[in-house]
């Protein structure tokens, strides 16, 4: 049907138009037609759209796959275009096709939208309309359909009668028990939340066997999202039963043959430990954890590794200090010199966390050799998480008996041939110079952060700059005055063109931090100075310059100081030049033209 057949009977134009473009060869055409099913139902009136285009649209289910996804999604929003929840069960025909197609994301997004319409559904409705379409989908003959079926349970589950929550139960046991490992794994990973709405008399009866089997299941795939289900379980039980029902599984996980199931233990583990109490984490998880922590598999000591803080975090007040110096102390002083990076990399990440936790003599005795041997370590990233979380420390001992071994660590980073590990040292610098102090600092890494500024990679010096900033706004402007402009400014007078532009970058940032007389006396005279450069590129970066400097500087050193250079510039042979100089005259207004009402405010910083 064309729009020109249909122009006898406008009530069937847009009907018509839609299967036309539903049925052209143009892919992106019938995907924007799909995106735009909204304001078709709407022109159509809630009626048309229940009785003519949902059925269409059930009945030519057969498109491509990122077309399928669109309606699927599209549909999940229908609800006040069909009428609302007396209507919105009409929708559902479509989404069941939807959730049975071969590509996951469409089968996923149908399922999403199945989840949302569900709301909106009666209880009479639901046990009518929903609950049959759940059983037909987890009956269905492929697994497609029986794998959608398990996200569609916990939804419909709480608003049912007795008799049809018995056979939902059903149904998701023998999904559970599904010869296809990609349904198992489907139930597994919706077990946590179908436990949740179940009672737990059916709980304990019903579904923990369900959770026993797929933790023993013969596919390492289905094992590790039961781990998933443990911990919404757990959380759901009497300290007694999770200690009968649930530990003898969880043992069996943590020591499972695949180190898949242990890494996912590993990564839940201290979710396992809020659910099942302190008394149990004690009696069990200490354990079970130190295995964790000396696995065969670096990955599954990397998982564990960064849970240690959190872990600790949580112990029982009363014991929390000797059992982290009894049993974890000793698996993470063998981690910090693991074989594996990433693991020793994890720990470091989190190690300094244990301080608060300890306190400043068990700091001193136990941690603060680990500490030291990591600031060692061959590994840049060790060094850099111990660095970037020495605060924790801080606020325990106080920096002081860190500096030493901190300093040659800081300095071996900054000069490290990877130049993304300069840049992330420069990044913490600030963090650093806060927790050493100014004159620390200035006996110390002051000179580093000014070598910085002439490194051979632009990402660091641009970093340097910034960093600059940053170190004056945390130690003021009168140290400014002494420890960072004298040497900005003698890079007006370096040999390398780059580094007198880097000159020019220093002063963007150092202008607005340090505040208009400072400028004034100390930059200013050094910019002007520059604009006779014989490279082209430091005199248009002088213009750029002028430009942002002249938002902090008073109007009366505008107009003395500043015009007649720009109107120097302006002239310059360079046509690069001449732009720059032309345009910073015009947003300052002293080429004559109205002053802008941008004047005052900041300029870009300008980019090399």
Known sequence: MSGTDSAGDESLYPIAVLIDELRNEDVQLRLNSVKKLSTIALALGVERTRN???????????????????????????????GGSEYVFCLLPALESLAQVEETVVRDKAVESLR??????TSGDLEVHFVPLVKRLASGDWFTSRTSSCGLFAVCYPCVNDKLKAELRVNFRNLCQDDTPMVRRAAASKLGEFAKVVSNEHLKSEVIPMFTDLAGDEQDSVRLLAVEACVSIGSLLARTDVEQLLMPTLRQCVEDQSWRVRYMVADHFTELQLAVGPDITTADLVPAFQSLLKDCEAEVRAAAAQKVKDFCDNLDMTTRETQIVTHILPCVKELVTDANQHVKSALAGVIMGLSPILGKNNTVEHLLPLFLTQLKDDCPEVRLNIISNVDCVNEVIGIQQLSQSLLPAIVELAEDTKWRVRLAIINYMPLLAGQLGVEFFDEKLSQLCMTWLIDHVFAIRDAATVNLRRLVEKFGSEWAQSAVIPKVVAMARDQNYLHRMTCLFCINVLAEACG??????????????MANDNVANVRFNVAKTLQRMCAVVEPGAVQSQVKPILDKLNADPDIDVKFYASEAMTALGLDGAARPASFGREVPAAAM
């Open 52 to 82: 003519e285009l949902i059925p269409f649209l059930t009945e030519t289910i057969y498109d491509e796959d990122e077309v399928l996804l669109a309606l699927a999604e599209q549909l999940g929003n229908f609800t006040k275009l069909v």
């Open 516 to 529: 208009a007389e400072v400028t004034l006396s100390l930059m200013l005279p050094t910019v002007l100075g």
């Open 116 to 121: 949302s319409v569900s709301n909106h559904h």
